[in-house]
């Protein structure tokens, strides 16, 4: 694995419409997402909200979109794991993340990838693993299933 | 974790310290972080010692991992929504 992009590769019955809606009705972003945001996305405007995901409401989350080619491409840029309200992230350069989606026989291939890892500091890395008591027992739960199956 | 973060071997007792969760919990989580390692432990007498493990390359690959298991969780949402209807 590279160790400054992550990329997934997903097949989805559902036709190419349908997906793109998912992704960029800001919603329906959302309810996937688990954020409530304010606003649609607009290529060039920040998108902000309330992280949705249990352990996490205090957290606001943003996004600046990039680029939205229908059916295509949808793209934008954020601050992976902003989590301490008291620290302005701004100064950092934050990850790009893109979804492009093709056409498949049985509905739409989604592929993700998120990019940029290299130039986030070391100390904010160490941070992912810095949660409040909430989020943090989550976090347990996310890591024991991920490591598992391989072990 | 912010106690562990801060830098040396620390025991479980001090680490317990001032924490809303109890000693055998914060005992299973170190053990979790041991595995996946980001800590390492060691043994000063009868007490176990945990702290950090700060190799660069390897932190970088774990904080990965950790995002890349956040993608798979809202990608597994985004599957069942859009397959629902």
């Known amino acids: ?151 | 974790m912010a106690k562990l973060c801060g830098g040396g071997p620390q025991s479980i007792a001090r680490l317990t310290a001032g924490s809303k969760l109890t000693r055998q919990a914060i005992t299973k989580h170190l053990r979790v972080l041991e595995r996946v390692g980001v800590v390492r432990s060691s043994r000063r007498g009868r007490e176990r010692l945990f702290e950090f493990k700060p190799e660069p390359v390897e932190e970088i690959r774990k904080y990965l991992d950790l995002v890349s298991a956040q993608w798979d969780q809202a990608l597994g949402r985004l599957k069942s929504l859009v397959e629902r209807d």
Do not use: C
């Not at chain 1, 996305?41 to 990039?66: A, D, K, N």
């Open chain 1, 1 to 151: 694995m590279s160790n400054d992009r992550i990329e997934k590769r997903i097949e989805l019955k559902a036709p190419i419409s349908r997906v793109w809606r998912a992704l960029t009705d800001h919603r329906e972003f959302g309810e996937w997402f688990q954020v409530k945001l304010e606003g649609p996305f607009v290529p060039g405007e920040t998108s902000r909200g309330h992280i949705t995901h249990p352990g996490y409401e205090h957290l606001i989350m943003e996004v600046v979109v990039q680029k939205m080619e229908p059916e295509r491409l949808f793209s934008y840029t954020w601050h992976p794991y902003a989590v301490d309200p008291k620290i302005d992230y701004s100064e950092e350069t934050p990850t790009l993340v893109e979804f492009r989606l093709e056409k498949s026989a049985t509905g739409t291939v989604l592929t993700l990838t998120e990019s940029g890892f290299e130039k986030i500091p070391n100390h904010r890395r160490l941070e992912a693993f810095r949660m409040n008591e909430g989020g943090w027992t989550q976090q347990m739960k996310n890591i024991e299933r991920h490591v598992e199956p391989g072990s």
